[in-house]
């Protein structure tokens, strides 16, 4: 088996086990408390769909712009399989541009609205704007997508310096992709 598929399986298992334990995804379709108010969704809408993104995200060592002599890791983009609570494969979520694909064809990329910290070495929490839907199916309609429960996913800590320009770094991660309609 690869990488990708064990990565999957695991956490199929990981969903399947939180379900069973009434742990696992936050339930935001019924109400958003505890979400920082930044990344909250707008009244009038209800979530349509709840995910769990998992896979890596790329960050590639990098001049810093106008700093010269100064390196950073820069995020050059994620790829991960999004699960129901189930454990169903039903996408995947890519980028730039960030986008969600639906197993059905249908597709949104989006325009983030704002961020809340994560907790220490994940990525932020994230509200998104969808822009209209490519295709028919399950992506059409949303408007927001909300990024939840964030785990990993950030920078390296390895230095990068000028002897590692353009060395790139896979980075593991998972978080709640939500998606909301107007009502």
């Keep these: 088996m690869t990488t990708r598929t064990l990565t999957a399986l695991a956490a199929a298992t990981l969903l399947s086990a939180c379900a069973m334990s009434g742990g696992g995804m936050s339930t935001p379709s019924s109400a958003q408390t505890g979400v920082p108010d ?87 929490l994230q509200l998104v704007k969808a822009n209209p839907a490519m295709g028919m199916g399950a992506m059409q309609g949303v408007s927001h997508i909300q990024r939840l429960a964030t785990r990993g996913g950030v920078a390296p800590a390895q230095a990068c310096a000028i002897g590692n320009v353009g060395q790139k770094s896979v980075v593991k991660y998972q978080a709640d992709y939500i998606f909301w309609r107007a009502v």
């Design 38 to 124: 930044a990344v909250k969704v707008p009244a009038g809408h209800k979530a349509v769909l709840e995910t769990v993104g998992v896979g890596e995200i790329t960050y590639e060592c990098r001049a810093k712009k106008d700093m010269a002599g100064a390196f950073e890791w820069v995020f050059v983009g994620p790829e991960a399989r999004l699960m129901d609570r189930s454990g169903k494969d039903v996408g995947r979520y890519y980028g730039p541009p960030a986008t969600w694909a639906s197993n059905d064809g249908s597709r949104i990329t989006g325009v983030q609205l704002a961020v809340a910290p994560g907790g220490e070495g994940n990525i932020p």
